[in-house]
């Protein structure tokens, strides 16, 4: 059976589409479609339901496609276990990471992954928005904070302890909170994977629970860098991970204000797709990043 149109199936299958199969895997539309009849004449079988609005796994689809991807992964392990150790991995390691920390701590290691495997190649997504790993096609993703309820396998790494944060030129400005009553005297500088204000609030943790003090907004942004530079640009009160914000602070260019009120650390995970087994190359791209990145943060709370 031809593993290369086993991929595709899995591709198809698990976005849904044929075009946008064909954008992820580099090849046309056409190519990719006759990949999957060819593969349904094979089994003597319609693996997928096609409509003008979408494509769908039948029954023998959905039963195919879970022995599909464990093929696969046995496939891709029985490949390696012939390769010299020296020749390193081979294929594709599709990544998201959220932008600080692709671009401080993981891309700045990256080459000695790549010296260690020079035949991977690896494609990084930085974003700050949280995505689909099996509908956007990655083979892991890294996360900040608490996770939702999912189907993705989570490997917790650590923590990252929080720290609220003000410019000097704000605090000159409307004063130095002292005590959570102060809050309601100043703005906040709102984060939100969506804009908008809903959720707005001072978080701290009271040592058994996380609560929230109702402050005033007048800014909501959706990325890590534009929070940051809300704050410096002296627009409101922020609270953030103390490690990407500790140069700053050792610059003076920021303050750390009520320091008794701080949000409980954030946990950290990387999740990938449910395997029976893991591919060599995710479980490899895993651990070097695991490695990389737990020096750089706390015990999980």
Not at 18 to 28: E, P, R
Not at 124 to 130: A, K
Not at 147 to 161: C, D, H, K, N
Not at 252 to 263: C, H, K, Q, Y
Request: net charge positive; proline share 6%.
């Amino acid at each position: 059976m031809d593993l290369h149109a086993l991929r595709i199936f899995c591709r198809v299958a698990a976005l849904g589409s044929f075009t946008q199969a064909a954008q992820q895997l580099g090849l046309t539309k056409s190519r990719v479609s006759a990949a999957v009849q060819r593969l349904e004449v094979q089994l003597g079988t319609r693996l997928l339901q096609r409509t003008t609005r979408q494509v769908r796994l039948t029954s023998d689809g959905q039963q195919f496609l879970a022995r599909c991807e464990a093929l696969l992964a046995d496939a891709e392990q029985l490949q390696a276990m012939f390769q010299p150790a020296a020749s390193g991995l081979r294929g594709r390691l599709r990544i998201d990471l959220p932008h600080a920390l692709a671009r401080d701590l993981i891309i700045p290691r990256l080459p000695e992954f790549l010296a260690a495997h020079p035949l991977l190649e690896i494609g990084i997504s930085t974003s700050d928005q949280r995505v689909d790993p099996v509908q956007d096609g990655f083979d892991c993703v890294l996360r900040i904070g608490t996770l939702a309820s999912t189907e993705l396998i989570a490997r917790p790494l650590g923590a990252m302890a929080m720290c609220n944060l003000a410019s000097p030129a704000y605090l000159a400005a409307h004063g130095t909170p002292r005590c959570l009553a102060d809050l309601d005297r100043h703005s906040l500088v709102h984060y939100a994977g969506t804009l908008g204000l809903q959720g707005a609030g001072w978080e701290y943790h009271d040592g058994a629970q996380t609560r929230v003090h109702p402050m005033r907004c007048s800014l909501v942004v959706n990325g890590t860098d534009a929070y940051q530079a809300a704050c410096l640009a002296g627009l409101g009160l922020i609270q953030a991970p103390r490690r990407g914000a500790q140069h700053l602070l050792d610059q003076g260019r920021l303050v750390a204000v009520l320091p008794e009120f701080t949000p409980a650390p954030m946990p950290v995970a990387l999740l990938y797709p449910h395997r029976r087994q893991l591919a060599p190359r995710v479980a490899a791209g895993l651990n070097w990043m695991a490695g990389v990145l737990a020096p750089q943060l706390d015990a999980s709370p």
